[in-house]
């Protein structure tokens, strides 16, 4: 008789047949090792793993993991479906209360959506739109706004709009790419290393006139300025209302030390001067102090003066 792991429990010498059917009279075969000679369809309990074992054949298979909890579907006796392939999906049927196995399920869902399946994803209207990637067209016709992030590039008027969710807003437009494009190309070869001074000029004058009222201009000071900029002083251009001859000085203190006075002077033995002309400039400025802090306020005197009636001194200067 084959073995089949279930033995009677020891209950003497003979068995009466109540004995012999009672299921408390049963035992499962157990113990922490295997039996040495089992066959085909002989179940086995491990007292040490607390599992169930039966024999196929060849070799002991788990039938349950341990503390009784099964650990493969394959371990559970009622799971009756065919030998799965790739893409097949087992799943519980509550309905007929068992599981079942649905073949090649991947790919038949992907056929679902695909153009004429049961399941189609159309993008009918939409064939030249998808999220992230911008749609062309007529600015007229842009679609109704509604799905923020998107984009719209209207060929005709050359805009880039962004759709916020609620309306069309404009992004930028061609003409503005193509100003940079031209930019880079005419002003420099790269764009790389540009410095903040090489599209922005940071050359600018600082003007001071003096205007006698009509009569040759009197001496003595004229007035102040401040500079709210640290610059330097690179060249001075005196320009007068006629034919004449005048010598300006320029003196410099900081605010807090106002009013500057003839110590303060910055032109050393050079200062701004018209002789028996209409007109002076001076690149040169030979002993000059042309370091000007932010804050800092000059004084314009006049040394001498003859005929001239006004006359405008110009400071051209660098921005620090």
């Known amino acids: 008789m084959a073995k089949s792991g279930i033995a009677h429990a020891?209950?003497?010498d003979e068995?009466?047949?109540?004995?012999?059917?009672?299921?408390?009279n049963h035992e499962l075969v157990h113990g922490t090792s295997f039996p040495?000679?089992?066959?085909?369809?002989?179940?086995?309990?491990?007292?040490?793993?607390?599992?169930?074992?039966?024999?196929?054949?060849?070799t002991w298979v788990s039938l349950q993991a341990a503390g009784g909890t099964p650990d493969h579907l394959d371990d559970i006796g009622d799971v009756n479906v065919p030998t799965p392939s790739d893409d097949d999906v087992l799943y519980w049927d509550t309905a007929a209360s068992q599981w079942k196995c649905k073949a090649n399920w991947v790919a038949a869902h992907k056929t679902s959506h695909e153009n004429g399946?049961?399941?189609?994803?159309?993008?009918a209207g939409h064939d030249d739109e998808l999220y992230g990637l911008i749609r062309t067209g007529l600015d007229a016709e842009k679609p109704a706004a509604g799905i923020a992030g998107r984009f719209y590039f209207a060929t005709d008027t050359k805009i880039l709009f962004r759709d916020t969710g609620g309306a069309w807003t404009e992004a930028t437009r061609a003409e503005a790419v193509t100003s940079?494009?031209?930019?880079?190309?005419?002003?420099?070869?790269?764009?790389?290393?540009?410095?903040?001074?090489?599209?922005?000029?940071?050359?600018?004058?600082?003007?001071?006139?003096?205007?006698?009222?009509?009569?040759?201009?009197?001496?003595?000071?004229?007035?102040?300025?401040?500079?709210?900029?640290?610059?330097?002083?690179?060249?001075?251009t005196v320009l007068a209302d006629q034919t004449g001859s005048i010598v300006v000085d320029i003196w410099k203190d900081s605010y807090a030390n106002f009013p500057p006075t003839d110590a303060d002077s910055i032109t050393a033995s050079a200062p701004p001067t018209i002789s028996s002309a209409q007109k002076s400039q001076d690149s040169t400025l030979t002993g000059w102090t042309?370091?000007?802090?932010?804050?800092?306020?000059?004084?314009?005197?006049v040394d001498s003066c003859s005929t001239i009636a006004r006359v405008t001194l110009s400071l051209k200067v660098e921005k620090s």
């Open 290 to 301: 042309t370091s000007i802090s932010a804050g800092d306020i000059l004084a314009f005197n």
């Open 117 to 123: 399946g049961s399941d189609e994803i159309s993008l």
């Open 15 to 24: 068995l009466s047949k109540v004995e012999w059917l009672d299921e408390e």
């Open 36 to 58: 040495g000679t089992p066959t085909e369809r002989q179940l086995f309990y491990r007292d040490d793993e607390h599992k169930w074992y039966i024999y196929n054949g060849s």
């Open 10 to 12: 020891d209950v003497g």
């Open 180 to 236: 940079l494009a031209q930019l880079s190309e005419k002003a420099h070869s790269s764009l790389t290393g540009i410095g903040a001074s090489d599209h922005h000029s940071n050359v600018i004058s600082i003007t001071f006139v003096i205007d006698g009222g009509g009569s040759a201009i009197t001496t003595g000071q004229k007035g102040h300025l401040e500079v709210p900029f640290a610059c330097t002083i690179t060249q001075v």
